[in-house]
Nanobody, 118 residues
Framework: QVQLVESGGGLVQAGDSLRLSCAASGRTFSSYALGWFRQAPGKEREFVADINGSGGLTYYRNSVKGRFTISRDNAKSTVYLQMNSLKPEDTAVYYC???????????WGQGTQVTVSS
């Protein structure tokens, strides 16, 4: 199991940027796929982006392509989500997740709130 702690959320205006960070514990960080998910009020949790262990392969949901960038620093055991051109519909609690593959996320952080005002 990997312990995950997110940070970097906040209240911003539409068009602004935020960078989320997720720090992980564990000595095998580079062997894990990492992902970002989000959950808006009254909605189910949804996939946002993920990245493989080496950082060479990334996936995004269509609505964030070109605006969000996922990256990782294995030396710091941290994964990031750079969010640009934020929209009110991006408002949600954002969760970091880790798993042996991108189809098997099994460890989750506590979440960080992102609120985008119009």
């Amino acid at each position: 199991q990997v312990q995950l702690v997110e940070s970097g959320g906040g209240l911003v205006q539409a068009g602004d940027s935020l960078r989320l960070s997720c720090a992980a514990s564990g000595r095998t960080f580079s062997s894990y796929a990492l992902g970002w998910f989000r959950q808006a009020p009254g909605k189910e949790r949804e996939f946002v982006a993920d990245i493989n262990g080496s950082g060479g392969l990334t996936y995004y949901r269509n609505s964030v392509k070109g605006r969000f960038t996922i990256s990782r620093d294995n030396a710091k055991s941290t994964v990031y989500l750079q969010m640009n051109s934020l929209k009110p519909e991006d408002t949600a609690v954002y969760y970091c997740a880790a798993g042996r593959t991108r189809l098997s996320f099994s460890s989750w952080g506590q979440g960080t709130q992102v609120t985008v005002s119009s």
